[in-house]
């Protein structure tokens, strides 16, 4: 399977995918998540990215696309699940072209419809384990204890980019750089909108019957 899950921020797909990867053992690549693990090792990548994401801006085309398609290539034969990648069209026409090159192409599209006062209160309210990375809601999806994760016990932290003013920026740059995508995706035939204003597990429920329909066929 080669899935591209789209959607505003917060929209759930990185709550989404850790789902689909345990029901069907696909591999997943967020791009946000391999920024964060590059800028934690203190790389010359993670550093070139900080001040991109800690505004709510994009990190240039040409630093994502060379990340994302070194990411792809080890996936080999078993495919991907794609989270937050691509997000403009030149990614997604480099993205195309690199899978060509493979004799392969994207499966299908996820698009997760999320409303953006949803997507704000679904950020502000975020808390991630620094150790193993589960994604906890201070109210949807709180932990056992108050801001300590029911996996390892260590202390819960915000992201720098789910602060109020860093949210509306995020919103405004996947509105006018990400939103295109849809219609890019969908000349294609290969969009399926998906209901992410749900409870997480009806969310996943309305996903596996789509991709349990892919498998199959
Ligand atoms: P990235 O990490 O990809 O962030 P994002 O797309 O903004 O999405 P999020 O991770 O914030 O949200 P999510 O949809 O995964 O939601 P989640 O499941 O956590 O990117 C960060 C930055 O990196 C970018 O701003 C950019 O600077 C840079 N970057 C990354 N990729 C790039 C690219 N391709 N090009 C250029 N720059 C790039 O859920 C959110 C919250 O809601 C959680 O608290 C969760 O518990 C809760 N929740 C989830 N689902 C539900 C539900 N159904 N009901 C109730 N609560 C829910
Ligand atoms: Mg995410």
Redesign the pocket.
Known sequence: MRIV?L???????????KRIVERYKTAHL????I??QERAEGSELGEK?RS??????????A??IEM?VKAIAKCGEKGFLL??????VV?AEELDRALERIGAGIDLVLN?Q?PDE?VAR??T????CPKCGA???????PPKTDEICDNDGAELVQ?P??RTEVVQN?LK??HDQ?APLIDYYGRKGLVHDVD????????SNLIFERLDALCCC
């Open positions: 899950l959607g505003p921020p917060g929209a759930g797909k990185g709550t989404q995918c967020s791009s946000g998540d920024l964060r990215a991109y994401m800690d505004s709510g801006a994009l990190v240039p085309d630093i994502i994302m989270d937050g990648f691509p997000r403009t990614q997760l999320v949803m679904r950020l309210g975020r808390r991630s994604v906890y809601h201070i109210e949807t999806m992201r980019d789910d995020r740059t996947y990400t992410g204003s749900r409870s997480a597990d009806e969310v």
